[in-house]
């Protein structure tokens, strides 16, 4: 039995609410640690404790919950032992476990409507701003790559499909959701179907389109997803999200260096002269090259060279500027204070506001003239 509970962090990290397994192993004379009580000060006001992931409260009360029926209450605990048990990495651990087993068997089912409204950012159905960002990865697609054929992998509703077929270019797109391919335009369904990555493609393609797929699959089924893709085209447009971790069907997000080695090991390099950023800032393009490792690494020198001297250049650029405004400003303040005559003449407001200066200076002339002589009648007219 797995009891049901809230627990939030609040009071100084106490239990709201504890559920009688969980009093009644107290209760047997340990004096337990729990990552919610006020007996450690360090865990309640700091780390993973204080909420630094968004949900943790939630989760934490749901693995407490786990905690009374998989945790070590088979008998008498130490204090070791169950500090051990409840470190971060152990809350992680179970939670993740029973995520696993609480989503659904088949990834297929996933992706269903709500997945499409409420994860992709923006809602993805047949909208003008999602029409429009797919057009525009076609156009460079034909631009600046120029295939014949193109299979784009997850192509979900197929807009990446019908925006190159629109264009001349022979596409084909697959997918595992069904809810997605309902809704493909009625003349692009021919060409998408159903299918996974972890099976091999049909034919051989001039180019492969992956937009934000393999961080959907588990770690252990990436390396057979990227044979996949290897074998059926010497061109690869990637892109896989290397921050994204709130998305619960995110299970393996990754920087991209770790998808570089993993299609270097197939012979697919980045073509460091081509800007995917298209698609997205980490999208990469990587071909497969037969040249000789030399030239290679010559490659990858000469972009890094340019970057480095761009970067250090600029760094050094912003630098100076800093060093100028600040005596700028050291000036400025140094005119405020002392309100030099000689500087204020010389400016254009300065001399602007001349007639109305001189207009003024009279004007207190002539009534101080006329204060004095009105002093002059009182004192001659007791």
């Not at 130490?78 to 993740?96: A, H």
């Not at 295939?147 to 629109?166: H, I």
């Not at 460091?272 to 000789?292: G, H, L, N, Q, Y």
Request: aromatic fraction near 12%; proline fraction near 6%.
């Amino acid at each position: 039995m797995i009891f049901q509970y809230q627990n939030y962090i609040g009071g100084g990290g106490r239990m709201s609410n504890r559920p009688r397994a969980w009093v009644r192993r107290v209760s047997e004379g340990n004096a337990l640690a729990h990552p919610c009580r006020p007996t450690v000060s360090s865990r309640s006001t700091s780390g993973w404790a204080s909420g630094d992931l968004e949900t943790y409260p939630r989760a934490l009360g749901a693995f407490s919950a786990i905690a009374c029926h998989e945790g070590p209450h088979s008998g008498r605990t130490s204090v070791s032992e169950f500090d051990n048990f409840y470190s971060p990495v152990s809350i992680l651990k179970t939670i993740y476990k029973r995520r696993e087993r609480e989503m659904p068997s088949s990834p297929e089912t996933w992706y269903d409507a709500w997945y499409f409204r409420h994860c992709c950012g923006r809602p993805y159905e047949r909208s003008p701003e999602w029409l429009e960002f797919f057009g525009r990865i076609a156009d460079r697609i034909v631009a600046d790559i120029g295939p014949r054929t193109v299979m784009d992998v997850g192509c979900a509703m197929g807009f990446l499909v019908e925006a190159l077929r629109d264009r001349g270019v022979e596409a084909f797109g697959i997918d595992i959701s069904e809810y997605a391919l309902q809704h493909v335009r009625e003349d692009i369904r021919p060409y998408v179907w159903k299918a996974s990555i972890l099976e091999p493609l049909p034919g051989r393609y001039d180019l492969i389109v992956c937009i934000e797929v393999l961080e959907h699959l588990p770690p252990a089924e990436v390396e057979k997803a990227i044979d996949h893709l290897c074998q059926a085209a010497d061109d690869i447009l990637f892109s896989s999200t290397p921050h994204d971790f709130g998305e619960p069907t995110h299970l393996n997000v990754q920087p991209l260096e770790y998808w570089a080695e993993r299609f270097a090991r197939r012979g697919f390099f980045r073509d460091v002269d081509f800007d995917a950023s298209f698609i997205a800032p980490w999208a990469v393009r990587f071909r497969r090259s037969t040249e000789p490792l030399h030239r290679l690494i010559g490659r990858y020198e000469r972009k890094f060279w340019r970057l480095w001297m761009e970067n250090t250049q600029l760094r050094s650029r912003l630098l100076e500027w800093r060093e100028q405004l600040a005596r700028l400003e050291e000036q400025v303040s140094i005119l405020q204070t002392q309100q030099d005559p000689k500087i204020l003449s010389r400016s254009k407001i300065w001399r602007w506001t001349e007639p109305l200066r001189r207009a003024c200076a009279m004007w207190r002339a002539l009534r101080s003239g006329w204060r004095l002589q009105g002093r002059r009648r009182k004192a001659r007219d007791p």
